[in-house]
């Protein structure tokens, strides 16, 4: 970056402005010009005043009708009324003071006629909306001629995501301040010249007067097409180096052997493979077979069958001689993934037990919390090489877990696993393993594009037939009839030999409502303030009043959660699945995974404070046989609201794919690329659904750009730009496949 542009706001406009601005969170010159307005205002076309919320800090335009100063005589002191209006609805404007000086100053500005932005939290006074003392800018007013004042009156206004302390025009004036001055040679370019010349772009300067100071509409939209394609580059360039980086490592070769394992488990499943399955297996096993490390991302909805896919590759890298690790986000998910793996290889899991296959192999488990003789065993085996397929959680990242010859990672549900996790197995050993991620969360197309721009992706689409689906229903919590109608459903899927989960989003009352247990903070929203909400039901409480029903007379109920031991979570989870209580009440550690056959109704209570993707998770948990499932949503969102839509969006479909859409036209800009993704290091302008085909401009250009100079060392200002743009938090994302 330029020296200007790191220039600080302190040295370019003084202490008071800068202290100001820095409560917005800019401190350099750069960051001011990159504070782009959030809409611009048009005089003459008002801002709608019948949708201004109580409580809500607004920026509005709109023309004064009438101002009047009126003394108190009650209070003492004297007030300044003044009506704007929208043409249609009318706000007030009220000014207090000792004397009526100062509001003469006032009444003189605002002129019955003139337009003004006033901004100021909407406040209610016997039942009008008013602002008061709102800060405000009457148009043309500070201009220095007729001309100019005709000028500014016609020009699109720049209004600013603002704080209170620093309401728009003041940072209009600031920007102008600091971007007036500066010449071509200070801003330099992310956008390589040849390439803005090619796409008819402004330079990087010509578009931050265009955003900032615009002369029409067009103006502004010119700038900021150009600003959202620099985003879309600097992203995906970043994304292009990496995989360039990536493919010039060197893995080792696994390909596939007839007459091995791979076969042999074919020839034992007690289903046929669906077409899914097949095509995605052969995508996985020529990546397996190549010697440049495979990165790939399986997305396949819950209940898609991905573990069969994941095995398949495993055994590919076993009959190749090297090993294969699997990665599970919980040791319930862990333990569960040793059982069902065990079960798919009967005897070819059993190599040197009697009774094993001949080329049999052997699964393990490595867990932090298993005893110490267990642990050692499975240790050994791992890195003695019997132990074909190593199952674990976190505690496989340990430097303690040593290989034979690790060929393949395998990450489950990968959105619970950060970066260094993932590295610090992939830095094992002298060559990198393969790779493969699978998810559940559906990605959209343009997102995956965006923050998984460096993987391949394969996605399995249909799911295995023969499977029920799940009924989705919202329920209104504050109504009891519907409530004991719940419990009463509950009770006829138990009755009928079904198991439920009824799912709470903390575990004890003296838990911090935001406090959900090991749920992902990515996925949580941004929720109303928590003293309008009644407490979060909390999962020991849930149960203990579920017991007291009468609906479930004679029914036992289980509880499970984050705070229990790996063993106490298995025993809860054996005795759900065998029946023994058939209700289980529990937090989101059911998320991700498990599998219980005979479950067939869910109940989430408190259901929109969680994010759409987890409760598609979540839902997944039932309707895993023939049986139909029923999912019962409880909530107090009131309809109309973000959540309700959200909970009704839900609802409406099973395909995760078009929820995984809608989710992201609901969400609010910048949450896309997930939490701690606010600020000044998130996209700023672009947004993944909209702006698709631009982004796939983008990452064509971005290829070639790497292709021409993969180090970007004559592209001083890309690199740049990837760097000061991109780096911490973003970095991250980048990673977090
Ligand atoms: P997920 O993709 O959610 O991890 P799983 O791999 O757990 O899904 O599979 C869900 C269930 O479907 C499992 O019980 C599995 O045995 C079963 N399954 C997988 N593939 C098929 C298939 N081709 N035909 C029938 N059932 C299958
Ligand atoms: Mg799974």
Same mark, same amino acid.
């Given at each position: 970056?330029?020296?200007?542009?790191?220039?600080?706001?302190?040295?370019?406009?003084?202490?008071?402005?800068?202290?100001?601005?820095?409560?917005?969170?800019?401190?350099?010159?750069?960051?001011?010009?990159?504070?782009?307005?959030?809409?611009?205002?048009?005089?003459?076309?008002?801002?709608?005043?019948? +949708?201004?919320?109580?409580?809500?800090?607004?920026?509005?335009?709109?023309?004064?009708?009438?101002?009047?100063?009126?003394?108190?005589?009650?209070?003492?002191?004297?007030?300044?009324?003044?009506?704007?209006?929208?043409?249609?609805?009318?706000?007030?404007?009220?000014?207090?003071?000792?004397?009526?000086?100062?509001?003469?100053?006032?009444?003189?500005?605002?002129?019955?006629?003139?337009?003004?932005?006033?901004?100021?939290?909407?406040?209610?006074?016997?039942?009008?909306?008013?602002?008061?003392?709102?800060?405000?800018?009457? /148009?043309?007013?500070?201009?220095?001629?007729?001309?100019?004042?005709?000028?500014?009156?016609?020009?699109?206004?720049?209004?600013?995501?603002?704080?209170?302390?620093?309401?728009?025009?003041?940072?209009?004036?600031?920007?102008?301040?600091?971007?007036?001055?500066?010449?071509?040679?200070?801003?330099?370019?992310?956008?390589?010249?040849?390439?803005?010349?090619?796409?008819?772009?402004?330079?990087?300067?010509? +578009?931050?007067?265009?955003?900032?100071?615009?002369? @029409?509409?067009?103006?502004?939209?010119?700038?900021?097409?150009?600003?959202?394609?620099?985003?879309?580059?600097?992203?995906?360039?970043?994304?292009?180096?990496?995989?360039?980086? @990536?493919?010039?490592?060197?893995?080792?070769?696994?390909?596939?052997?007839?007459?091995?394992?791979?076969?042999? *488990?074919?020839?034992?499943?007690?289903?046929?493979?669906?077409?899914?399955?097949?095509?995605?297996?052969?995508?996985?096993?020529?990546?397996?077979?190549?010697?440049?490390?495979?990165?790939?991302?399986?997305?396949?909805?819950?209940?898609?069958?991905?573990?069969?896919?994941?095995?398949?590759?495993?055994?590919?890298?076993?009959?190749?001689?090297?090993?294969?690790? $699997? =990665?599970?986000?919980?040791?319930?998910?862990?333990?569960?993934?040793?059982?069902?793996?065990?079960?798919?290889?009967?005897?070819?899991?059993?190599?040197?037990?009697?009774?094993?296959?001949?080329?049999?192999?052997?699964?393990?488990?490595?867990?932090?919390?298993?005893?110490?003789?267990?642990?050692?065993?499975? *240790?050994?085996?791992?890195?003695?090489?019997?132990?074909?397929?190593?199952?674990?959680?976190?505690?496989?990242?340990?430097?303690?877990?040593?290989?034979?010859?690790?060929?393949?990672?395998?990450?489950?549900?990968?959105?619970?696993?950060?970066?260094?996790?993932?590295?610090?197995?992939?830095?094992?050993?002298?060559?990198?393993?393969?790779? =493969?991620?699978?998810?559940?969360?559906?990605?959209?197309?343009?997102?995956?594009?965006?923050?998984?721009?460096?993987?391949?992706?394969?996605?399995?689409?249909?799911?295995?037939?023969?499977?029920?689906?799940?009924?989705?229903?919202?329920?209104?919590?504050?109504?009891? /009839?519907?409530?004991?109608?719940?419990?009463?459903?509950?009770?006829?899927?138990?009755?009928?030999?079904?198991?439920?989960?009824?799912?709470?989003?903390?575990?004890?009352?003296?838990?911090?409502?935001?406090?959900?247990?090991?749920?992902?903070?990515?996925?949580?929203?941004?929720?109303?303030?928590?003293?309008?909400?009644?407490? $979060?039901?909390?999962?020991?409480?849930?149960?203990?009043?579920?017991?007291?029903?009468?609906?479930?007379?004679?029914?036992?109920?289980?509880?499970?959660?984050?705070?229990?031991?790996?063993?106490?979570?298995?025993?809860?989870?054996?005795?759900?699945?065998?029946?023994?209580?058939?209700?289980?009440?529990?937090?989101?550690?059911?998320?991700?995974?498990?599998?219980?056959?005979?479950?067939?109704?869910?109940?989430?209570?408190?259901?929109?404070?969680?994010?759409?993707?987890?409760?598609?998770? =979540?839902?997944?948990?039932?309707?895993?046989?023939?049986?139909?499932?029923?999912?019962?949503?409880?909530?107090?969102?009131?309809?109309?609201?973000?959540?309700?839509?959200?909970?009704?969006?839900?609802?409406?479909?099973?395909?995760?794919?078009?929820?995984?859409?809608?989710?992201?036209?609901?969400?609010?800009?910048?949450?896309?690329?997930?939490?701690?993704?606010?600020?000044?290091?998130?996209?700023?302008?672009?947004?993944?659904?909209?702006?698709?085909?631009?982004?796939?401009?983008?990452?064509?250009?971005?290829?070639?750009?790497?292709?021409?100079?993969?180090?970007?060392?004559?592209?001083?200002?890309?690199?740049?730009?990837?760097?000061?743009?991109?780096?911490?938090?973003?970095?991250?994302?980048?990673?977090?496949?």
């Amino acid at each position: 970056m330029s020296e200007r542009l790191e220039e600080t706001l302190k040295r370019a406009l003084g202490d008071r402005t800068a202290a100001t601005l820095a409560k917005l969170g800019l401190t350099t010159v750069g960051e001011l010009l990159r504070h782009y307005p959030r809409r611009y205002g048009t005089p003459g076309e008002f801002t709608d005043i019948r +949708s201004l919320r109580t409580g809500e800090h607004v920026t509005v335009m709109a023309q004064v009708r009438s101002a009047t100063v009126r003394t108190m005589h009650s209070r003492g002191g004297a007030m300044l009324e003044a009506i704007v209006s929208d043409g249609r609805d009318t706000l007030q404007l009220t000014f207090f003071a000792k004397r009526t000086g100062v509001l003469r100053m006032h009444e003189d500005k605002l002129r019955p006629g003139r337009t003004g932005l006033f901004t100021g939290t909407v406040g209610e006074y016997r039942g009008k909306r008013q602002l008061t003392h709102p800060d405000y800018l009457i /148009v043309g007013v500070d201009a220095a001629d007729a001309d100019e004042a005709i000028y500014e009156a016609l020009r699109p206004i720049p209004i600013y995501p603002a704080a209170a302390s620093a309401p728009t025009w003041r940072i209009a004036r600031a920007v102008r301040t600091v971007l007036d001055p500066l010449q071509e040679a200070d801003v330099p370019d992310p956008i390589p010249a040849d390439l803005r010349e090619q796409r008819g772009l402004p330079t990087l300067l010509e +578009s931050l007067r265009l955003v900032h100071e615009p002369e @029409h509409a067009s103006d502004h939209e010119r700038g900021r097409a150009r600003l959202r394609y620099e985003e879309a580059l600097v992203l995906q360039t970043a994304l292009a180096r990496r995989r360039a980086e @990536h493919a010039a490592l060197s893995a080792v070769a696994r390909p596939a052997r007839t007459g091995g394992l791979v076969d042999a *488990l074919d020839a034992r499943l007690p289903f046929a493979l669906t077409q899914g399955q097949h095509d995605v297996g052969k995508e996985i096993a020529r990546d397996l077979a190549a010697d440049v490390p495979m990165l790939r991302l399986l997305q396949g909805d819950v209940g898609a069958g991905k573990t069969v896919v994941a095995l398949r590759a495993m055994l590919q890298v076993v009959d190749a001689g090297g090993q294969a690790a $699997l =990665l599970a986000p919980t040791e319930v998910l862990a333990a569960q993934h040793v059982r069902a793996l065990r079960a798919l290889l009967g005897p070819l899991g059993d190599g040197g037990m009697l009774g094993g296959a001949d080329n049999a192999t052997r699964v393990v488990l490595v867990t932090g919390s298993q005893g110490s003789r267990e642990r050692r065993a499975a *240790l050994a085996e791992a890195a003695g090489g019997a132990a074909g397929i190593i199952i674990g959680t976190h505690a496989l990242l340990s430097e303690t877990v040593q290989f034979a010859d690790l060929g393949l990672v395998v990450v489950d549900e990968q959105h619970r696993f950060g970066v260094e996790q993932r590295d610090a197995l992939r830095s094992r050993g002298e060559r990198p393993p393969h790779t =493969l991620v699978m998810t559940a969360t559906p990605i959209p197309r343009t997102v995956a594009m965006t923050v998984f721009g460096d993987l391949e992706t394969s996605v399995l689409g249909e799911r295995p037939s023969g499977r029920a689906s799940t009924a989705t229903h919202l329920v209104p919590a504050q109504n009891p /009839v519907w409530i004991a109608r719940t419990w009463a459903r509950v009770r006829e899927e138990v009755d009928k030999g079904g198991r439920a989960y009824v799912v709470c989003a903390r575990i004890d009352p003296t838990e911090p409502p935001d406090a959900v247990d090991d749920s992902d903070a990515d996925d949580r929203l941004d929720l109303e303030p928590a003293k309008e909400r009644p407490p $979060l039901a909390a999962a020991t409480e849930v149960a203990a009043m579920l017991a007291e029903r009468r609906e479930f007379a004679g029914v036992r109920i289980g509880l499970m959660h984050g705070r229990l031991s790996a063993e106490e979570k298995d025993a809860a989870m054996a005795r759900f699945a065998s029946g023994e209580t058939p209700v289980l009440v529990s937090t989101t550690v059911i998320e991700v995974g498990v599998d219980v056959p005979e479950a067939t109704a869910m109940v989430v209570l408190d259901a929109d404070r969680f994010g759409i993707s987890q409760l598609h998770q =979540l839902r997944g948990r039932v309707g895993r046989s023939t049986a139909p499932g029923v999912c019962l949503l409880v909530s107090s969102a009131e309809e109309g609201s973000l959540a309700y839509e959200r909970l009704a969006a839900l609802a409406a479909t099973t395909d995760g794919f078009e929820l995984a859409e809608k989710d992201l036209e609901l969400r609010r800009e910048g949450d896309v690329l997930g939490a701690g993704q606010s600020g000044r290091s998130s996209l700023r302008l672009l947004k993944v659904v909209r702006d698709a085909a631009l982004i796939a401009t983008a990452r064509e250009d971005a290829r070639k750009v790497i292709d021409d100079d993969p180090t970007l060392e004559r592209h001083p200002a890309l690199a740049s730009a990837i760097h000061a743009w991109l780096g911490g938090d973003q970095e991250e994302f980048l990673e977090r496949a």
